[in-house]
C-alpha cells in the first residue's frame, strides 16, 4: 500500500509503522515507499521498495467521477426500492386493520404495542400511523395504485395527502 499524504507540499514524510521505520518520498510524478519490515517466521528483514504513480490525471477522475454518480444512482434507486416495499406493507396492514374494523380501536392500540415489543427497533408503527395505515387502504382501495404512488412518493407525503382526503379522520 502506497502512502499519500494529505498535505502535497512537503518533499518528505516519516511514518511509524508496526515493525519498522517508513519513509516516503515524492518523486516527479510517483510516490516511492521504503519500509523496514522484519520478517517473523525466519527472523530476517530488509528494505522494501515500492512505487505508484500519483492518481491525479484527468483519466483518473473521469473514473471517479463515474463510480460517484454510481453510488449516487444506486442509493436513490435502494431509497425507491425500500419505500416501495414499505408502502406496500403498511397498504397491507392497513387492509388488515379494515378488514378487522369492528375490533374497535382497541385493536389498532394492542397492534401497535405487540408490533413494537417484537420489533423495538423498527419506526412506523405507532397507533397514530397504524390509522393512518387504515387510512391509505380505505382511500387507495386499488393495489394498482398503490404500487404506482409508492413509485413516486414518500409515506410522509402519502399522509400529507391523507390529511387532505375526506373519510376517516386520523
Avoid at 510524478?29 to 523496514?36: D, H, T, Y
Avoid at 521498495?49 to 435502494?78: C, G, H, P, Q
Avoid at 369492528?102 to 390509522?131: H, M, Q, T
Wanted: net charge positive.
Amino acid at each position: 500500500m502506497i502512502l499519500s499524504p494529505g498535505n502535497h507540499h512537503k518533499e518528505l514524510l516519516d511514518f511509524r509503522i508496526r515493525g519498522g521505520d517508513v519513509v516516503v518520498r515524492k518523486y516527479h510524478r510517483f510516490w516511492i515507499r521504503a519500509e523496514l519490515y522484519c520478517s517473523e517466521n525466519r527472523g530476517r528483514g530488509g528494505l522494501r521498495f515500492s512505487m505508484d504513480r500519483e492518481l491525479r490525471s484527468s483519466e483518473y477522475t473521469d473514473v471517479l467521477i463515474r463510480i460517484k454518480e454510481d453510488i449516487r444512482n444506486a442509493r436513490v434507486r435502494a431509497f425507491s426500492a425500500v419505500n416501495r416495499e414499505l408502502m406496500e406493507l403498511y397498504w397491507q396492514v392497513g387492509q388488515v386493520i379494515l378488514a378487522k374494523s369492528a375490533w374497535g380501536s382497541g385493536f389498532v392500540e394492542r397492534l401497535s404495542k405487540d408490533i413494537r415489543y417484537e420489533f423495538p427497533d423498527l419506526k412506523g408503527f405507532s397507533v397514530r400511523n397504524l390509522w393512518y395505515m387504515r387510512k391509505f387502504a380505505e382511500e387507495f382501495p386499488d393495489a394498482e395504485i398503490v404500487q404506482t404512488l409508492s413509485a413516486e412518493i414518500s409515506w410522509s407525503h402519502t399522509t400529507m395527502l391523507l390529511d387532505k382526503v375526506t373519510g376517516v379522520p386520523v
